[in-house]
């Protein structure tokens, strides 16, 4: 089995999905995220702040194309979908599940989250946000190999849905 990756935009709840469908599962929960800021030894924002998105978008298609073999559940940053060169690797796995999440949600948990420094988002007013967001929708679509619905559902309930959807009962 290849990894199960989760992807959709920040705030969808990847991560709190994820931690769930690994532990049903009884897989490991890879956070792409965590792993980048592993190996460079910074946070996220400190690292956008000093070498530049460019240079993050770098580091993180390489920790993607070591991760996507792993028999675990990743979630992917909110971005991972934006260089071409992950977002063919995305459509060739057999497992990849977008979390749709209507946009004032989204804008919701991002403002709310005081836990997560996002250096594209934080400090941004709703319609800023939805202007990341719109250009990303035909892309986290054309990535998936299925779409599921987030709004009004607990991650528990997501994560049972994907298990029943991707046929891993
Ligand atoms: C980003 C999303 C973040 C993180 C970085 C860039 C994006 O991850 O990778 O701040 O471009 O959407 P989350 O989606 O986990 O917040």
Same mark, same amino acid.
């Given at each position: 089995? *290849?990894?199960?990756?989760?992807?959709?935009?920040?705030?969808?709840?990847?991560? *709190?999905?994820?931690?769930?469908?690994?532990?049903?599962? #009884?897989?490991?929960?890879? #956070?792409?995220? %965590?792993?980048? +800021?592993?190996? @460079?030894?910074?946070?996220?924002?400190?690292?956008?702040? *000093?070498?530049? +998105?460019?240079?993050?978008?770098? @580091?993180?298609?390489?920790?993607?194309?070591?991760?996507?073999?792993?028999? $675990?559940?990743? $979630?992917?940053?909110?971005? @991972?979908?934006?260089? %071409?060169?992950?977002?063919?690797?995305? =459509?060739?796995?057999?497992?990849?599940?977008?979390?749709? %999440?209507?946009? #004032?949600?989204?804008?919701?948990?991002?403002?709310?989250?005081?836990?997560?420094?996002?250096?594209?988002? #934080? +400090? =941004? *007013?709703?319609?800023?946000?939805?202007?990341?967001?719109?250009?990303?929708?035909?892309?986290?679509? +054309? $990535?998936?190999?299925?779409?599921?619905?987030?709004?009004?559902? %607990?991650?528990?309930?997501?994560?049972?849905?994907?298990?029943?959807?991707?046929? =891993?009962?």
């Amino acid at each position: 089995m *290849t990894a199960i990756l989760l992807i959709g935009f920040m705030g969808a709840g990847k991560s *709190t999905v994820g931690r769930q469908l690994a532990a049903d599962l #009884d897989l490991p929960f890879v #956070d792409l995220d %965590t792993a980048i +800021e592993a190996e @460079i030894q910074m946070s996220i924002a400190d690292y956008f702040a *000093t070498q530049g +998105e460019a240079s993050f978008r770098q @580091i993180e298609s390489r920790i993607l194309q070591e991760i996507v073999a792993q028999e $675990a559940v990743v $979630a992917c940053g909110g971005g @991972i979908i934006l260089q %071409t060169q992950n977002h063919q690797l995305l =459509k060739r796995q057999p497992n990849v599940v977008y979390l749709q %999440t209507n946009p #004032d949600q989204l804008y919701q948990r991002i403002s709310q989250d005081t836990q997560n420094q996002r250096p594209l988002a #934080d +400090e =941004k *007013t709703a319609a800023e946000v939805t202007a990341i967001l719109q250009p990303r929708l035909p892309l986290y679509q +054309e $990535a998936a190999s299925l779409v599921v619905v987030t709004d009004d559902k %607990t991650p528990a309930i997501i994560a049972t849905e994907i298990i029943e959807r991707l046929g =891993k009962l």
